[in-house]
């Protein structure tokens, strides 16, 4: 269910594949936000002091709120997201997004318990994890909150402790003002510098020529010593980090295993996949200091926990690692080999199911349906040995890419059939109000042919979109299904409504502002609803536009 990151985009079509990668030259540039600041000339813009020469760096603590205040931060941040979403290779998945998105609430709730986060931090920053298809292990903070996460990473992690711990580090980054301090120290490089450096390593992956008009290499070569951050900072965040990690409800020893499992990995290859360890690097002492945390029981092999709520924990984790090894690059040549897995001997049922699972998915991007069919068979055989929770979290996730399958073969009604049973025997697991079934709830009444009950589904479809992005206003996929609903219900003042705020939640401000601008001007007879509409469409608008100027000013200062 990959969806493309255009408005009036399908909700779960595919996107071209991406070539292969080249992080060697650019790896550094994906946490480069951590250690990056503004021009001299725009700092006063954003509640920053004028620019000095080799500031020291400040004690732990909050130094950092004195220099650069948490509303400027994210500020900061926003503008570097408006700059790098439209990227192709920043991707919304729902399955994966909702699953990395559930460990970070569980972490975000633990870190405000500990009391992390105060209250300033809390309310401005914007907390939003977002998926990379890039092979790399990595994951990277940006200013304001937004937390970057490699699907190489999500492939890589055996554990969803694992993964849980290099969250809980990055979140520590956040809370414990890194970030700004780091920008206060060196407050020499504007946002567009940022952006560019992010995009570049983005665009390498794809055509290094590109990637040349974006950023320079003696430019990355002169930031790149900066990018580390200080040990200071490492311990901190590896201390905070763990204590938030626990207190969320993960396996403590989730942090160790990651850092053995990274440097390890690393001394295998050096191909240069593994970029989270140039900006993190690892030492005996920081392993060591991990394990030690845990106090004596950490040689112990760790408790099970047969919990229900981790039971499906492990499985999501197992089937998201899956996805992501497929989606992390879909090449012919790399998916090809991915169709018929061979479990090695002695693997458990849920090894079984993800190995089928990544065929199932391979496949559907392949165009094979036949082998997808065959894949989820297969899959569903090896889950009939799972315990009772596992079997429930892989049911519903074979059920939406059976669903999601249909819907590319343009067999809609098929599609809502595998849904409506999967809802009603999933037991609570499966509910259209979840994004991923949403979603393609949405998909598939936007493919069903235009009848009278078509257009009650259109209508249902479009009631439940609405509620959902009244609470999540940034979803540009919702609001692009959204856009073409209201257009199918003959409500276009509507449309272009949602169009906008699509356009707007991608980055692309100046393409929202023309697209109310010329809806509004469609308009001759306005019904008392079209007046509503209309009246929401101007506050956006100014919301927008001043955005606009607020930048333009900032760029102007630079």
Known sequence: MLLKKTPSASCFAKRPPARPQAWHTVALAMLLAWPLGLSAASTSDLGLPPSSSSLALPSLGDAAAQTLSP????????????????????????????????????????????????????????????????????????????????????????????????????????????????????????????????????????????????????????????????????????????????????????????????????????DNSYPYLRTHPLTSERIGEARSRMGPDGLLPPAIDRSDAREMLVAQHALMSARSRVLMDQRSISLIPLLNPTAPKGSSALEAVALHYTSAVSAQRLNDRAQVAASLKLARTAAISLPKAQHAAVERILALEEADTLVDARQAMQAAAILSNAVARGQGTVSLDARPELLLNARIALNLPDTRDSREAWQEAATRLQTHVSAQAQDATAWGLLAAL?????????????????????????????????????????????????????????????????????????
Do not use: C
């Open 486 to 558: 209201w257009r199918n219900l003959g409500q276009p003042l509507r449309a272009v409504r949602a169009e906008a705020e699509a356009t707007a939640a991608l980055g692309d401000l100046p393409g929202a502002i023309d697209r109310i601008e010329g809806g509004a001007k469609n308009v001759r007879h306005a019904s008392a609803a079209d007046a509503i509409e209309l009246s929401v469409m101007q506050s956006r608008l100014r919301v927008w536009r001043r955005q606009q100027r607020d930048d333009l000013a900032e760029d102007g200062a630079r």
């Open 71 to 270: 509303m400027a931060e994210r500020r900061l941040g926003d503008r570097i997201m408006r700059s790098i979403l439209p990227d192709p290779d920043v991707i919304d998945d729902p399955l994966i997004l909702e699953y990395v998105n559930q460990s970070w609430q569980a972490l975000l709730s633990s870190a405000r318990q500990r009391g992390d986060l105060n209250a300033d931090i809390d309310s401005t920053h914007a907390w939003r994890p977002f998926l990379v298809r890039e092979r790399s292990v990595n994951a990277f903070a940006l200013p304001g909150g937004y937390i970057g996460v490699h699907l190489g990473l999500l492939a890589m992690t055996t554990t969803p402790d694992e993964l849980a711990s290099v969250l809980a580090h990055e979140l520590s980054h956040v809370t414990q003002r890194h970030i700004a301090r780091m920008i206060s120290e060196q407050s020499r490089q504007s946002w567009i510098s940022i952006a560019s450096m992010i995009l570049g390593a983005l665009a390498v992956s794809r055509a290094p020529a590109a990637a040349q008009a974006l950023m320079t290499g003696g430019q990355a070569i002169a930031i790149q010593g900066q990018l580390n951050f200080s040990r200071d900072m490492e311990r901190e965040a590896d201390r905070v980090g763990f204590g938030v990690l626990n207190d969320a409800g993960f396996a403590p020893i989730g942090m160790a295993q990651m850092f053995e499992h990274l440097q390890q990995a690393s001394r295998l290859t050096d």
